[in-house]
């Protein structure tokens, strides 16, 4: 295979990748946009891989180890997705986004230490200066996304008895200074690589990589976990480009920069929807003191009802908008909502869904659930366009959402003031289901759960939706 068609099928590769970005962008045209992604990536691991036999000389163990590489890796990736729960999807993305990072670091460690078999520079030469800056960097970014994503997939998690990867914020005096002494340690070392090509210079670029990932992670609480996950996915990105410009390789290159620039940009419209400070969230330095507990939560009346009773408060609402959260991601309740919602709309209802950008614990999670049950597109509708109408509404139902409905954002001194949320309290009347009054990531009462107009449905939501289905019927 000449070098112009390895050249050429890694341009239509690209072309399909960002013709899969564009299709993403929205629901309609998000299978398209899918289609093309494995189109893309088709191209570029098979290109790569007749590249690589190239390099080899066409030996026959060259082609042994990509077409075992190709078995495993694709056997374990269909593995995981046929098995993984749509509530495990966020901590999925945190594992993919670690072995992004992981790669680079090995691919950055394999070009120092054989530069001739990457075509880098000839054998016995060393390496173009340039050259060692992108491996340095590549590696270093890598390294701070492998451990980064590790932490952050115990803290999605939420399982694990292990400190680091428990859903508060890990804390203490001096963490920013230190985490400033780190990168600017690495800075040293890197320009020390550049210099001499220095292997102690190279492992220590790595180690304080891998270190200033946990301490970037550890602080960041469970209510923030949504920006991290963006902000990973964008350093995976930059990651697999700094390894691109090493290895002169124009696909990594490009979907590397296609990834980590559609990652930080994602990352500065929930820093936005979060009320965050998008710096804060690069230098790891912000995080609201999740797991807190919610101060005499228990000790307060609520007005509670039954699922027969909220059946019949939406059978005679002529307006009802539904707002999604993580708990009916931990029921799978979205195909009992649709069968809910078409019952209410065969009796004349308005049903609309109204969707908070960081619902559940990633981005577009909510939009996902919905997706897979099938509901159609025209009634999901996003956290601006859909505010203003809650003040219309007859009924807000709130299946497992707590602090995006909280109205806590809307005081000064609250640990999420300033935080956009669905304005589900100005609904006529509101039935929040949850399994408990236990507060939400951020820790914090919820004052929506006490207001005269709001009903409390206990329980697991796919049962409470199902018996309040059987009760409209």
């Not at 690209?14 to 289609?35: D, E, W, Y």
């Amino acid at each position: 295979m000449s070098m112009n068609l390895v050249t050429l099928l890694y341009l239509v590769a690209s072309v399909c990748f960002i013709q899969a970005l564009k299709g993403l962008s929205h629901p309609t045209t998000s299978i398209r946009g899918n289609v093309f992604g494995m189109a893309g990536m088709a191209i570029a691991v098979l290109t790569t891989g007749a590249l690589i036999l190239k390099l080899a000389g066409g030996q026959p163990l060259g082609l042994a180890y990509v077409l075992g590489g190709l078995v495993v890796g694709g056997g374990i990736g269909t593995v995981m997705a046929q098995r993984v729960e749509m509530t495990k999807m966020p901590e999925l993305v945190a594992f993919m986004h670690s072995m992004i990072g992981l790669a680079a670091v090995c691919i950055a460690v394999a070009a120092v230490a054989e530069p001739h078999a990457f075509a880098i520079a000839a054998r016995g030469e060393p390496i173009p200066g340039g050259n060692r800056i992108e491996l340095a960097l590549g590696c270093f970014i890598g390294a701070v996304t492998f451990s980064g994503s590790v932490i952050a997939f115990g803290k999605l998690g939420g399982k694990y008895k292990f400190r680091l990867f428990q859903g508060a914020p890990v804390t203490f005096a001096g963490q920013h200074w230190l985490n400033l002494a780190l990168g600017l340690a690495a800075a040293f070392f890197i320009f020390g690589f550049w210099h001499s090509q220095s292997w102690t210079d190279f492992l220590l670029i790595t180690a304080l990589g891998f270190t200033l990932g946990v301490l970037l992670i550890i602080p960041i609480g469970g209510a923030d976990m949504p920006v991290v996950v963006s902000m990973l996915n964008s350093y995976s990105g930059w990651a697999a480009a700094g390894i691109g410009f090493s290895l002169n390789n124009s696909m990594l290159i490009i979907a590397g920069s296609l990834v980590g620039s559609s990652g930080a940009i994602l990352s500065y419209i929930m820093c936005k929807a979060m009320n965050r400070s998008f710096f804060n969230v690069i230098l790891g330095g912000f995080g609201a003191e999740a797991g807190a507990a919610a101060v005499d939560a228990q000790q307060r009346n609520v007005r509670s009802g039954s699922a027969d009773d909220a059946a019949f408060i939406l059978g005679n609402a002529e307006s009802v908008i539904i707002v999604p959260g993580y708990g009916l991601a931990v029921a799978r309740a979205q195909h009992a909502v649709k069968e809910l919602a078409q019952k209410l709309i065969e009796r004349g209802v308005t049903v609309r869904y109204a969707i908070h950008p960081v619902a559940g614990r990633m981005p577009g999670h909510m939009n996902v659930l919905l997706a897979e049950a099938e509901v159609p597109y025209d009634q999901v509708h996003e956290m601006e366009d859909i505010n203003a109408e809650f003040g219309q509404t007859d009924v807000a139902i709130i299946l497992g959402a707590n602090d995006v409905v909280n109205p806590a954002a809307l005081q000064k001194g609250s640990a999420i003031y300033g935080m956009p949320i669905l304005e589900a309290y100005k609904a006529r009347t509101v039935i929040v289901n949850k399994r408990s009054m236990a507060a939400g990531y951020a820790g914090l009462d919820n004052e929506l759960f006490y207001m005269d107009k709001t009903m409390m449905v206990f329980g697991d939501a796919k049962k409470v939706v199902e018996d309040m289905v059987k009760a409209i019927e």
